[in-house]
């Protein structure tokens, strides 16, 4: 028989993060998509997106879409976590956009050690040129040269998790 909690984060998993994580990354560009994500994020909690936080690349790059309506002292430590398993561009977007989002310059050291630019292999993936436009938004210089596709992608997921932050106004941070 499951527990309480295990039938809990079943629960968790397909209210918060089935219906979204496939298109998580394409938020910005699907307005009917970003009211179902603003909706159901002002009801979770902010546990629950600190376990999604510390999973897998699917309930992180979710997350990183809920941590927004919560103040940066409750989730960064978590956004540290998902962001330093960030192998590829799975996550590494959302999470990066989300980090600048709640820290600005603060969210440097934590973009910097992202896993995704430090893996060869990974610097051929989106991730890279994604996480180094983060970088250098907040003013740091990026490992690799960031071209302007990039720095556009970057730009579009930061401005949706800016019109997150204001749809979550007023929504209990508990």
């Not at 999973?55 to 992180?60: F, K, L, P, Q, V």
Request: net charge positive.
């Amino acid at each position: 028989m499951r527990t309480y909690e295990e039938l809990r984060w079943i629960w968790v998993i397909n209210i918060y993060v089935r219906p979204f994580y496939l298109w998580a990354e394409w938020l910005p560009h699907d307005w009917a998509m970003a009211r179902r994500v603003a909706r159901a994020g002002r009801r979770v909690k902010v546990s629950d997106v600190r376990r999604m936080l510390q999973g897998t690349w699917r309930e992180s790059s979710v997350a990183a879409w809920y941590c927004l309506r919560f103040p940066p002292e409750l989730v960064v430590s978590d956004l540290e976590v998902a962001l330093g398993h960030a192998n590829s561009s799975k996550n590494a977007h959302t999470l990066a956009a989300a980090a600048v989002a709640l820290l600005g310059p603060r969210a440097l050291t934590m973009l910097e050690s992202a896993p995704c630019l430090e893996d060869p292999e990974a610097m051929r993936d989106d991730g890279a040129g994604v996480i180094s436009a983060a970088i250098e938004e907040v003013g740091g210089t990026p490992p690799i040269a960031v071209d302007h596709v990039y720095r556009a992608w970057f730009q579009t997921l930061l401005r949706a998790s800016r019109d997150l932050q204001v749809a979550y106004r007023g929504a209990r941070t508990t």
